[in-house]
Each structure stands twice: as C-alpha cells, then as structure tokens.
C-alpha cells in the first residue's frame, strides 16, 4: 500500500469518530504514519459529522482534496452522496442502507433523494449494508460504525489480529463484545462482497 484516503461519514451519534480512531490506530500499529481530520459540525443535533484518515510512509497532510479518496464509509446514504464529491473515479464506497431525514428534509425545505445507493452506483464501485440489522444482531443497535469498519477491514489489507487489539485497548470492557461480534458480521458481510 503506497497510500490509502478515506472519509468516513454519518450523523451525529452513530460512531464516526470512534471509527476514525480504530481505523488511525490499526495503521498506526502496522507501521504506517497517519493523519487524520474531524469536523463536528452539529453533531450533537443529529448534524453531519465526517472524518478525514490519511495513511501512507509519510502523511504531510490531514486534508483530502476533492476527488483524492479512496475509501468512502459512509453510515447513511445521503451522508454517503455528500461526500462522495472526495471520492476518485476508481474509489469504493461501503454504506450503512439506513435513511435519516435532516432538519431541511424533515422541515420541508428538502426532500430526501429517491435512491441515493442507485445514484452512487453510476459513478463508483458501492458495497450495500444493512449495517443497523448486523449490528442489531450483535447486540446493540448503535454499534453499526464497527459493522462498517469490519467490513472495511476486509479491503484495507492489515492483518485481522491489529483491529482486535485496537478495539480491544479503545473500547470500555461494557461494549467489547457486542462491538467485536459487530466487527466480525461486518467482515463476514466484506469477504461476501469482495468474493
């Protein structure tokens, strides 16, 4: 791997962050330098939230330009059309088949894209994922952002024992399992897309 961009994507509270961290540590463990850049924005309210992971020899920047990523992961599809302006004509995208309407959707403003997976499919290579049933059945609603990065490993090329042990040393003991149960049915879901 010479260099690997990607921008990971959702809303707020569905993991973005935490993602960004197991994914910077993992390369970090295999040796790589990373960088890595998080916007907030309005997180908080259910806003979009995104985040920046650079890994190479050598990063000098944590910024990807428009049309320089490799990697979209994005935790809901509309997320995923937003951000897809980052992505190179070759890049691959992994997304979280779930709907969350924002405030312009919800307050009539906007109205939500008919089929946003369809639209991404024109343009890049898209792996589909109903990541909130995966990770429903793992054990916790929430840990669809560790269903998305398990898949994501599958592509990534680290060894599998890096992204244990990193989960293993960031997340609180009260949700390790449920999280490494998530990642493996991310995996699993990766290894059926990849064959």
């Known amino acids: ?28 463990a295999a040796g790589y330098d990373v960088k890595k850049s998080e916007i907030h924005g309005m997180a908080q309210r259910g806003g979009s939230v995104f985040s920046f992971v650079r890994i190479a020899e050598k990063v000098y920047s944590p910024i990807i330009p428009a049309g320089g990523a490799d990697f979209l992961l994005a935790f809901e599809e509309l997320e995923a059309l937003r951000y897809a302006p980052y992505l190179k ?5 992994i997304v979280n088949t779930q709907k969350i309407s924002p405030i312009t959707v919800l307050s009539g403003a906007a109205s939500y894209p008919e089929d946003p997976v369809e639209m991404l499919k024109e343009h890049f290579t898209v792996y589909p994922v109903d990541a909130v049933s995966l990770a429903k059945e793992a054990g916790n609603a929430k840990a669809v952002n560790t269903v998305i990065v398990g898949m994501f490993s599958v592509f990534a ?12 040393r960031l997340l609180p003991p009260k949700i390790l399992d449920v999280n490494l149960k998530a990642f493996e049915l991310g995996v699993s879901a990766g290894e059926r897309n990849e064959a």
């Open 157 to 168: 090329g680290f060894e599998r024992r890096l992204w244990k042990e990193t989960m293993k």
């Open 89 to 93: 004509p070759q890049a691959r995208i």
């Open 1 to 28: 791997m010479s260099r690997l961009d990607i921008v990971i994507a959702g809303v707020g509270g569905q993991g973005v962050l935490l993602a960004s961290e197991i994914i910077s540590n993992v390369a970090l």
